[in-house]
């Protein structure tokens, strides 16, 4: 399934991984760390950073509030910085 991100046009492979459709090895390491969050993370910060979706919307799309989301978005943001520098 490809879709347009963003300005980032990836793809949703077989095991639910977002990837890029043409890798370099900045984009190959940042989709690693960003198909190792938890599916809660990953959903909110794809939603936030590649889809620029607002906080309302997202909070609409997976039915939680907007409080919620913010710290989703936080959440998966440090443990993304943590990832990125292990990788």
Known sequence: ???RMGRMTCFLNE???YEKVTDTPDTTKFYK???????????????YYLEDRSV???SHI???????????????????RKLLEKF
């Open 1 to 3: 399934v490809h879709k």
């Open 15 to 17: 095991n639910r991984n």
């Open 33 to 47: 760390a960003l198909n190792a969050l938890s599916h809660h993370s990953r959903q909110a910060l794809v939603l």
């Open 56 to 58: 309302r919307e997202i």
């Open 62 to 80: 997976l039915g939680v509030s907007e409080r919620a989301v913010y710290g989703r978005i936080s959440r998966g943001r440090e443990k993304l």
